[in-house]
């Protein structure tokens, strides 16, 4: 929904989303992107506090909100480094995070605009609850929270990684036939969409030479390839693809 069910504040401050809608299968981020996961959020995290975006230089413990944060809409704040304050010097990242506030779970009231922002992690905390990051106009922390999966968050989406993959190594071998497979160890944090096999006679195959499909997913699969001609020298490697891109890591 928009925030107060207003098309205004949608268009400047984005949508709001329960849970729900970050964790279905159907995936509400775009081709090639997906929610961020709280150890996601440590990289960002860890990332600015090592390398001077903290409000005052120090590089020990988490002030960096305003580095996040844009420079306009957030209501002031007497406090020495938060966005609140001198917030013509805030997102020095770039994220330029906006005050969108948010909607409770328990009653559907929204709450925190212009004071706060929150983006849903697609980290599962319980049954009930789901972890979100979150930034309040008096603070210069970056808060980490569980809260009922019927709140409305704002959502952030990285771009997703390839998939990691290994070939089998061939066996069954005849004049015309061989078996192989492969094990996707990561998805990328995007669903796998295709896995296989694919061959040539001339070295470092690729999905746009000849292939098998063998389903979707994470894990081992087993591939089988025939009517191969007899005498001639084969380049096997397993593929995987998801909405990201291909990657292929195998050997002949």
């Given amino acids: 929904c928009d925030y107060e069910n207003n098309t205004t504040y949608g268009q400047k401050y984005g949508k709001i989303y329960n849970w729900h809608a970050v964790s279905d299968n159907r995936n509400i981020a775009p081709a090639g992107w997906h929610v961020a996961t709280v150890e996601e959020w440590l990289v960002l995290q860890n990332y600015l506090m090592k390398n ?3 409000y005052d ?3 020990d413990i988490d002030k960096f909100s305003k580095s996040l944060s844009s420079k306009s809409d957030w209501a002031y704040s007497p406090n020495t480094g938060a ?6 010097l805030n997102n020095s990242s770039g994220f330029n995070g906006l005050p969108a506030g948010g909607r ?6 929204f709450f925190g605009l212009t004071e706060s922002t929150f983006w849903w992690t697609s980290t599962n905390s319980s049954s009930t609850n789901a972890y979100y990051q979150a930034i309040f106009n008096a603070y210069s922390f970056l808060g980490d929270y569980s809260d009922l999966k019927t709140s409305g968050r704002s959502v952030r989406c990285i771009k997703s990684d390839l998939p990691e993959i290994t070939t089998t190594a061939a066996s069954s071998i005849t004049s015309t036939s061989v078996e192989s497979g492969g094990n996707i160890s990561s998805d990328g944090n995007d669903p796998i969409t295709a896995r296989g096999i694919c061959w040539t006679t001339t070295g470092n195959p690729t999905i746009a030479d000849q292939k098998t499909t063998d389903g979707s997913g994470k894990g081992t699969f087993n591939s089988s390839i025939s009517e191969l001609t007899p005498g001639t020298t084969y380049y096997i490697c397993a593929y995987a693809t998801n909405r990201s891109e291909e990657r292929r890591v195998g050997k002949e």
């Fill in 52 to 54: 001077g975006f903290n």
């Fill in 57 to 59: 230089g120090s590089t």
């Fill in 83 to 88: 966005p609140g304050n001198q917030s013509l």
């Fill in 104 to 109: 409770l779970g328990s009653s559907g009231n």
